[in-house]
């Protein structure tokens, strides 16, 4: 396969991990979050929760959608050149 062939291929791919990566992300906080007993994961306009509990929610999402996202933006990545033998730019 041509090299912008193999790019043009992974694109709409990529799409979909992204979508895929960020509904694992979503549910990997709810259970994360509820195993540190913090009970259902604040919104940041919910006026019964105090800043530092929305800010802790908000580092500890952020954190782990980018762990989650790296982890399948690579391994998208690692299986096409396993496919094509070319790397996605």
Known sequence: MSKGLGKA???P???LLGFAAGAAA???????????G????PNATD????????LAAAALQGAIFAVVRAAVDR???VGLR???GNWPK
């Open 9 to 11: 291929a992974y694109k």
């Open 75 to 77: 391994g998208g990545a």
């Open 82 to 84: 396993r496919m094509t």
């Open 47 to 54: 006026e019964d929760r105090g800043w530092g509990e929305i």
């Open 26 to 36: 979503g549910a990997i906080f709810e259970q994360v979050w509820k195993v540190a």
């Open 13 to 15: 791919v990529g799409i």
């Open 38 to 41: 913090a009970g259902e994961a």
